[in-house]
């Protein structure tokens, strides 16, 4: 058993990644780490996306790390500004040195003799590969690829005479100027495109095979910004962001408990902005909500591009792209001069590598969640998810700490790995995410299942996580740890 080239790799460096780092260094700073990005840049899914408006569904209280405060007066802030954002953290904590971009992870391989992640990755820009071995893996990439976007196969589309574009790779500086412009989706991506592209676009038309739920909300935080005049940052930035965990918490509740009730009200919200537009046929889900994520809108910017009659919305199904736009099922057809197909991610776990034990491949349907952290049997692994129902930060911040705290109590034990043992697979198992949504759905197979009964169950409280992560005893009777000592007998076992 040899020493690793470092303790910890990181893969990724998004808001996770870096969060990741930072506490890291604050938590175990005797600990080495490597981050290792197939980008060239920091910054995740805010750098990868510069598609027109691209910002934040979520608030940066929440969104932002629990360590530093988000300071801009935009509390629904735009894409640039979280970038910055992301990257003034890597370089206040001197995280970006240790950075290694261009550089994707291919494999990793754990090896029990070794009690290490043998690595493989590849620069992308020469294609060159090695191997690096790390005690703990840490994959902080997100649930989805960077290189594929979701997109249906749409009848008849090689006979549109326009541009078809992704949201997920824009053109770089693609003039839409006096354009005829179709959205295919009705997600955040699409609800974002919609107002943004009214400033120069001859019309933009949203069309959705169905509704989603919509909610207004101020891009600004004026208790936030009134509390920074008057308080520390760090104090103001606490008390907002405990304010607003508290109310999202108690709203997704009472939506569960209720959903008739909070149905009622979200709809009822649209039709105040909308008051002489069919809100029944295209503001009105089929599903309670929760079911599938809210979309936000700040400052009501989606109703105001419909309202001024530079937007519209289409609800119905495409029969076939013709070549000037798009024939609906009812008969209607859309001119378009652009169609962007802001239809979904392509999701993917363990951030697309090839992951296997002791030479064997690993099949992540076949692996159970341990507290929305690690997952059984695999040692030395942890693996960053967010809520669905919240801001992917709130739940990031405390699996980073958990993996500190269980890094640290690896040293107390002189243990050389840690693992969450399942001696045998329930029957009753749920999918990972209870999430009705279809890129979700397409590939739930490919991702760990959970049970119904702790510590195999993923929790969407950030109540439930920073009680079971951050307070509770690490060692339930679930966690196993190997000593060294032990890693030896497995290698003279293994001779």
Same mark, same amino acid.
């Given at each position: ?165 992704? @949201?997920?790779?824009?053109?770089? #500086?693609?003039?839409? +100027? %006096? =354009?005829?412009? *179709? ?5 955040? $991506? ?107 809108? @700040?400052?009501?910017?989606?109703? #105001?591009?419909?309202? +001024? %009659? =530079?937007?519209? *919305? ?5 029969? $076939? ?175």
């Amino acid at each position: 058993m040899t020493q690793p080239d470092t303790d910890v790799l990181i893969i990724g460096a998004g808001l996770s990644g870096i969060g990741a780092a930072v506490h890291l260094g604050k938590r175990c700073p005797d600990k080495s780490y490597r981050i290792i990005e197939q980008r060239s840049a920091i910054g995740g899914t805010w750098d990868l996306f510069r598609y027109p408006g691209i910002r934040s569904d979520s608030d940066m209280h929440t969104l932002g790390f629990n360590f530093k405060p988000w300071t801009d007066a935009k509390a629904i802030a735009d894409g640039p500004s979280i970038r910055k954002y992301v990257n003034d953290t890597a370089d206040e904590y001197g995280v970006r040195d240790h950075i290694s971009f261009d550089t994707k992870i291919v494999a990793a391989n754990w090896s029990t003799p070794d009690q290490a992640w043998h690595v493989t990755s590849e620069n992308k820009k020469t294609g060159e590969r090695e191997t690096t071995t790390t005690r703990f893996l840490f994959m902080c990439g997100g649930y989805y690829s960077y290189d594929t976007g979701y997109r249906p196969d749409f009848p008849g589309e090689e006979q549109f005479k326009g541009k078809l574009i992704h @949201p997920q790779f824009w053109p770089e #500086d693609y003039d839409y +100027s %006096g =354009k005829k412009v *179709v959205i295919i989706g009705s997600g955040a $991506t699409a609800m974002t495109l919609v107002p943004a592209m009214t400033d120069k676009a001859a019309h933009v038309t949203m069309l959705q095979r169905s509704p989603t739920y919509v909610v207004s909300r101020p891009a600004r935080d004026k208790a936030a910004n009134f509390l920074r005049k008057i308080l520390p940052d760090s104090w103001a930035y606490g008390i907002i962001r405990w304010r607003n965990v508290l109310f999202q918490q108690y709203f997704f509740r009472q939506t569960r408990a209720h959903p008739e009730k909070a149905r009622e009200r979200l709809l009822g919200m649209v039709k105040e902005e909308l008051p002489d537009y069919d809100v029944e046929t295209h503001f009105t889900p089929t599903y309670n909500p929760w079911d599938q994520r809210l979309c936000l809108v @700040p400052d009501s910017d989606l109703f #105001d591009a419909i309202k +001024s %009659g =530079k937007a519209s *919305v289409e609800t119905d199904h495409i029969e $076939t792209f013709t070549e000037n736009g798009i024939k609906l099922k009812s008969g209607k057809e859309l001119e378009a001069d652009v169609v962007v197909t802001a239809t979904g991610l392509q999701l993917q776990f363990l951030n697309g590598v090839d992951v296997s034990l002791d030479g064997v491949k690993v099949d992540p349907g076949k692996l159970l969640n341990y507290k929305g952290v690690m997952l059984s049997n695999m040692p030395n692994l942890a693996v960053t998810f967010g809520y669905t129902n919240a801001s992917w930060t709130l739940k990031a911040d405390l699996t980073s700490e958990y993996v500190c705290r269980l890094i640290n109590l690896m040293d107390e034990k002189g243990a050389t790995s840690v693992m969450p043992r399942l001696d045998a697979f329930p029957n009753e198992t749920e999918p990972f995410v209870d999430f009705s949504s279809g890129y979700f759905q397409r590939v739930m197979d490919q991702f760990p299942r959970q049970h119904t009964e702790a510590p195999w169950k993923l929790h969407q409280s950030y109540f439930t996580d920073r009680k079971n992560l951050r307070n509770e005893p690490i060692e339930d009777g679930v966690m196993a740890f190997t000593t060294a000592g032990e890693a030896g007998a497995v290698l003279q076992a293994a001779e």
